[in-house]
């Protein structure tokens, strides 16, 4: 399976993803690394390890049909099979959406429904998790459609907060999560153990 990563930032979650696949835990290749940042770090990863990375943002076209058309054009030149959003920060062109239904992916860190949306993303989450006063946070890995962090959900892992807890001390924590369980559900859609009907979403 061919794989194309999306990231904005460091790439934490896409160095996660490269070494589930270097440790024959992930029967799949990255084929392509999309950054709408030209400093992001995930590029260099990206590059460092001889894989194809593109700098591409709408800010470059004039419309969003002609940046999702050339976005589209990218994924079928490199076969790719599944886009996985790992700190990706910008919305996914519709038309992109579509052709590739039910093959995006995105690691979130939260419980989803809870604590997603538009704004919700990194610090803000955390922010958002501890003024709620809930007792425990996590992380989840879904679908991607048309709304911010709404796909059917395929994988989540809990961990407990603590009283002492601050943003950056529960990011730290979660943060571990997402590089266990992003692999994992890659892995399954890698497998085609994954069946999805509607909402719902089946792992054999």
Do not use: C
């Not at 996660?16 to 440790?23: E, N, P, Q, Y």
């Not at 940042?37 to 943002?57: D, F, T, Y």
């Not at 920060?89 to 979130?108: A, E, G, S």
Request: aromatic letters at 6%; charged letters at 20%; hydrophobic letters at 45%.
């Amino acid at each position: 399976m061919n794989i194309a990563v999306f990231a904005s930032g460091r790439g934490s979650n896409f160095q996660a993803i490269l070494k589930a696949i270097d440790d024959g835990k992930l029967p799949a290749r990255v084929s392509l690394l999309v950054s709408n940042n030209s400093n992001a770090g995930a590029l260099e990863l990206a590059r460092s390890r001889n894989i194809p990375a593109i700098h591409l943002s709408q800010k470059q076209f004039s419309s969003e049909e002609t940046y999702g058309e050339q976005l589209l054009d990218l994924l079928a030149r490199h076969r790719v099979d599944l886009i996985a959003l790992a700190g990706y920060m910008k919305r996914v062109p519709v038309m992109v959406i579509d052709r590739f239904r039910n093959k995006i992916l995105n690691i979130h860190p939260a419980l989803l429904p809870s604590f997603g949306g538009a704004g919700m993303y990194g610090v803000h989450v955390h922010e958002a998790v501890l003024a709620a006063g809930v007792k425990i946070s996590g992380a989840t890995v879904h679908i991607v459609d048309e709304k911010y962090d709404n796909g059917p959900i395929v994988m989540q892992k809990a961990v407990e907060i603590s009283k002492e807890d601050t943003p950056e001390t529960l990011a730290a924590k979660i943060l571990p999560i997402e590089h266990e369980i992003y692999p994992q559900a890659l892995a399954a859609f890698a497998g085609n153990r994954v069946h999805v009907e509607g909402r719902k979403v089946w792992i054999q």
